[in-house]
């Protein structure tokens, strides 16, 4: 202990409280809101500051999504802690995991999971090693061979003694190679980040250019320069597109968690909602991890199969998938005397019990236990194992078993037929998946003709055919993984290889896994998704976490993150609106005019009612239509005619009323109506009113926006405008909509000839 050779882990698996809260405080879009609600402070205009509370709010969102995606993982961590068995002292102990040091001998016995690695040093064990390499196998092991921390223990007793703890066992190294790939970055956080990096370079110059331009050459009072700046500033960064996603990804993940799946990175639901190809492990995740008899083969017909094979499971000791099947499906039966007991090893192949009268009777593999006088009976065990089956043989001799070879009398009596045990739900799950055109690749550690088997029962397409990529280099790996859709005998370094592979050939890939082998290409994945009865490197590198293991919930997680993205990017549409005006106003009002049109509380109502109310309700609505096209195109396209619209509009009514000199209040009025106009337009094309629910929301809420003008007159700075400005107006709102429609023609136009010439270019190359 003094060494510190204990079996403790650093425990990073989450973030701590102060570093959550520092992480979503200290933020350059929190900084730049704060700095100018400070100036807008100075000027004394406190309402004018309303738009601070957007920051407030898009604080308390992430920490209350990360807070609890923190102590749901926390709690799935506690429920794992175990004991472990050792010797202290000459006395056995039972003493939590973490407290074991080096040299501890441990005894571990059937059912355990070996709690650190260990080397055998008396007695043999039956070991499942498949959350670490996934394969299901049980390997035989016997004094001097190591155990891996990890791995469970299906069958025999055995004293072990610890030669890895803490971070040098195999579990741990695999989980720090994990957390040093990488993370994702997804679309619209990227589309974010570089729109923050565009206004970064731009705002604070084209800010300082406009209060010097009104202050000093407009001759605007100071608070008046101080306050048009901060809108413009305010206008520019895009704070409402960051509360809007963080609002409609922390209600996609409450609704999720009301599912039973953890969101652990909020984020990955843009990914899933573009996935195109899905990874699946086969154990755990369209299997569960159990082995069925699917029917037994009598080979003669007085044979009493279910007595013979009730009593031999009341009588052996095995606890391996292949007797617990077998205990299932056969109720256990004490009809026979018995007098000798040989449990399965897997050196052996083969498991015995001698019944008094009786005589012995055997099952295990039938390569083993028969020999070439049984060919017919071998030819047919090969042809079953060809149909995907693992075939157990029944035998039976007069003779008892001896350690000096099988009895020369054997006798077969019958084969049973295992399977795995297919999910109920996987195979409806799997059709949902080829129905949207997302292909399904199952890749496993197993052996590919019985992955290939399973794959058919849950109708996959491709299943037939599969490919061992144990024989494989890396260029074949490369070739293989767009042709098959079945791979077997995967190395956890290849399944991340296949990820890999599969992202640099354009596709967005999901993968799902439970075990230690998986953890590397989950991490490689543009979304993972972890079993929670699966180790725990698995869930802390997942970007969602099933809590009930249910396969069947990936179709709904699927649709919530279509939902979610194409609301987004309806609703993002919105929101450029005012990035793109605010830039280009500023822009012009220092080529011409005055002062900048808007005051901050000016945009913040204008916001409010026709982008936060209405696009808060709408992105409830079901829309599950796979994603198309580029975030950042899209919503760029459709924004960009309205925001140019509002300029041109803008900048000829604080001219017109330069030349007039109408007052700024007047100008002010006609701006946001012009402006409240065009947002209404955009409306109408990026949510058609195709039923009454989207109607009575934008009419709820453009009521809602001309009463607040009304009643709040003085707290929007607003006045009268003259008959000459209300002509201007008019003539204004009816160009407003051929302006739009011939910006939005000419877009199009564009982008068709871009995309031409694009598709031309590949096809030279």
Not at 719 to 733: P, Q
Request: glycine share 6%; proline share 3%.
């Amino acid at each position: 202990m003094q060494r510190g050779q204990v079996n403790k882990t650093k425990k990073d698996t989450t973030n701590t409280y102060p570093k959550i809260l520092f992480t979503n405080i200290f933020t350059f879009f929190n900084l730049i809101n704060c700095v100018l609600f400070f100036l807008v402070c100075l000027t004394g205009s406190y309402q004018n500051g309303l738009f601070v509370f957007v920051v407030f709010s898009n604080v308390i969102i992430n920490l209350f999504q990360e807070v609890r995606s923190k102590r749901t993982l926390d709690k799935l961590a506690l429920l794992k802690v175990a004991k472990a068995d050792v010797y202290r002292d000459g006395k056995l102990e039972n003493l939590p995991i973490h407290k074991l040091v080096m040299d501890d001998v441990l005894r571990l016995k059937s059912g355990d999971q070996v709690p650190t690695d260990a080397k055998v040093i008396q007695g043999s064990l039956e070991v499942n090693e498949s959350l670490l390499t996934g394969e299901m196998d049980t390997i035989h092991k016997q004094p001097a061979d190591e155990l891996f921390s990890g791995s469970f223990i299906t069958a025999g007793e055995a004293l072990c003694q610890v030669i890895h703890v803490g971070a040098d066992n195999y579990i741990a190294k695999i989980n720090k190679e994990a957390k040093t790939i990488k993370r994702q970055k997804y679309l619209i956080q990227g589309s974010l980040n570089k729109i923050i990096r565009w206004i970064s370079l731009i705002l604070v110059p084209l800010c300082t250019l406009l209060f010097v331009k009104q202050f000093y050459f407009s001759h605007a009072t100071f608070n008046t320069a101080i306050l048009r700046t901060v809108a413009a500033a305010v206008g520019m960064f895009p704070e409402g597109l960051f509360l809007l996603t963080s609002v409609t990804l922390t209600i996609s993940a409450v609704y999720l968690a009301r599912k039973k799946v953890m969101v652990q990175e909020l984020n990955c639901i843009d990914a899933l909602a573009r996935v195109d190809v899905l990874c699946l492990d086969k154990t755990g995740t369209i299997t569960e991890g159990k082995m069925t008899v699917e029917k037994t083969i009598s080979f003669h017909s007085e044979t009493p199969l279910a007595e013979i094979t009730g009593n031999l499971m009341a009588q052996l000791p095995d606890q391996n998938p292949t007797a617990m099947a077998l205990r299932t499906f056969f109720p256990e039966k004490k009809t026979y005397q018995m007098q000798q007991v040989v449990p399965f090893s897997s050196d052996r192949k083969f498991s015995c019990v001698t019944f008094e009268g009786q005589g012995t009777y055997f099952i295990g593999a039938a390569s083993i236990l028969l020999g070439t006088n049984h060919e017919a009976v071998l030819k047919q065990e090969r042809q079953l194992a060809e149909e995907g089956y693992r075939v157990i043989v029944l035998v039976h001799s007069a003779q008892g078993y001896e350690e000096a070879g099988l009895p020369t009398d054997i006798e077969p009596l019958g084969f049973y037929l295992l399977s795995d045990t297919i999910r109920e739900d996987a195979k409806e799950t799997l059709e949902y998946f080829r129905s949207q055109a997302i292909q399904c690749k199952i890749i496993s550690g197993d052996d590919p003709v019985t992955v290939s088997q399973i794959a058919k029962k849950v109708n996959l397409p491709g299943a037939a055919d599969f490919i061992d990529v144990s024989k494989l280099t890396a260029t074949e790996l490369k070739e293989a993984v767009s042709k098959y859709q079945i791979f077997g005998r995967v190395t956890p370094q290849q399944k991340k290889e296949m990820v890999l592979y599969l992202k640099e050939q354009g596709h967005t890939v999901a993968m799902t896994g439970d075990g230690v082998n998986d953890v590397l290409a989950l991490k490689e994945a543009d979304c993972s998704i972890a079993m929670a009865s699966g180790v725990d490197a698995a869930r802390q590198v997942s970007n969602l976490v099933l809590l009930e293991n249910q396969f069947d919930a990936l179709p709904s997680v699927m649709d919530e993150g279509r939902r979610v993205i194409n609301n987004i990017t309806r609703s993002g549409s919105l929101v450029l609106v005012q990035v793109l005006f605010s830039i280009m106003i500023t822009m012009g009002t220092l080529l011409s005019g005055t002062t900048y049109p808007f005051e901050p509380i000016q945009l913040t109502i204008i916001n409010a009612c026709f982008v936060g109310i209405p696009t808060f309700f709408l992105n409830f609505e079901p829309d599950f239509n796979r994603i198309k096209g580029d975030f950042m195109t899209t919503i760029f396209k459709n924004a960009f005619p309205t925001a140019l619209t509002i300029t041109v509009g803008t900048l000829l009514i604080i001219n017109f009323g330069y030349w007039f000199n109408s007052s700024s209040k007047a100008l002010s009025i006609m701006s946001i109506i012009f402006t409240a106009w065009n947002y209404r337009l955009i409306q109408k094309k990026v949510y058609p009113a195709i039923n009454s629910y989207r109607t009575m929301i934008f009419f709820s809420t453009q009521i809602l926006y001309f009463a607040a003008l009304i009643v709040g007159r003085d707290l929007f700075n607003l006045g009268n405008t003259s008959y000459l400005n209300l002509i201007l107006l008019i003539a204004l709102l009816n160009f407003s909509a051929y302006m739009q429609r011939f910006v939005d023609k000419g877009i199009e136009l564009l982008m068709r000839r871009y995309t031409k010439k694009r598709a031309l270019q590949k096809v030279q190359n």
